[in-house]
């Protein structure tokens, strides 16, 4: 399987709500990282993941959570949903030595 | 600090050069990125730049690096209305592989 599927590619929940956002990353990329981008702004890193550990972080709350799989498939959770993330979430993967993440077309999430 | 700034908005004529700027503030950086985002979807890595060059050419692209400025540009000759999406500026050090975006440019391409 070639290129980065994010499901689902809409989703609308509720402030205090928890979500699961996943993505699968094609053969052989071991290093999956997680990025919010809220409208009109560039993406923000939230975390990598890389040999299913977490090894980097940006300034997101512990509510922010990922989980990387040895199939190459990832998840981000969000706890306590708050209006503020409403963004556009998006998984980008590479294999470790390499320089240019793959992204996926993102999910588009909207909390009321 | 890290940041990266790019200006908004970019309008051009199909056929004339488009030249987008970045400046970024991180003098560790390593790598520098341009990717490019279409309505409704990821990003599309176009091109990358260590910081160890000048220069770099890719077909109608082409990437200019002013370390000393920490100034970089994208160079789209000939560009088409296919060209028209939001370009991001990115970089990376080489401690962490996490990336820096700029808040991204519009580039609108006209007939």
């Known amino acids: 399987e070639t290129g980065v599927t994010q499901s689902p590619t809409h989703l609308i929940k509720t402030r205090g709500q928890q979500v699961t956002l996943r993505c699968s990353s094609q053969s052989g990329h071991n290093t999956v990282s997680w990025y919010q981008q809220a409208l009109g702004q560039g993406p923000q890193f939230i975390f990598q993941y890389y040999r299913e550990e977490e090894n980097g972080r940006g300034n997101f709350p512990p509510r922010f959570s990922g989980l990387q799989f040895p199939n190459y498939s990832s998840e981000l959770n969000v706890n306590a949903l708050e209006l503020d993330d409403s963004a556009l979430y998006l998984c980008a993967s590479k294999e470790y030595e390499d320089y240019g993440y793959t992204f996926g077309s993102g999910t588009r999430l909207t909390v009321v | 600090g890290e940041d990266v700034e790019q200006s908004l908005f970019l309008s051009v004529r199909e056929g004339d050069s488009s030249v987008i700027n970045c400046t970024y503030t991180?003098?560790?950086?390593?790598?520098l990125y341009w990717y490019k985002q279409e309505p409704g979807a990821g990003l599309q890595l176009l091109t990358y730049i260590f910081s160890n060059m000048d220069m770099k050419q890719d077909q109608r692209l082409t990437v200019l690096l002013n370390k000393k400025d920490k100034h970089l540009s994208l160079r789209i000759a000939d560009t088409q209305t296919g060209d028209s999406a939001i370009y991001f500026c990115?970089?990376?050090?080489?401690?962490?592989?996490?990336?820096?975006f700029g808040t991204g440019t519009r580039l609108q391409v006209f007939p």
């Open positions: 991180d003098s560790s950086s390593t790598y």
């Open positions: 990115a970089e990376s050090t080489r401690n962490t592989d996490k990336l820096i």
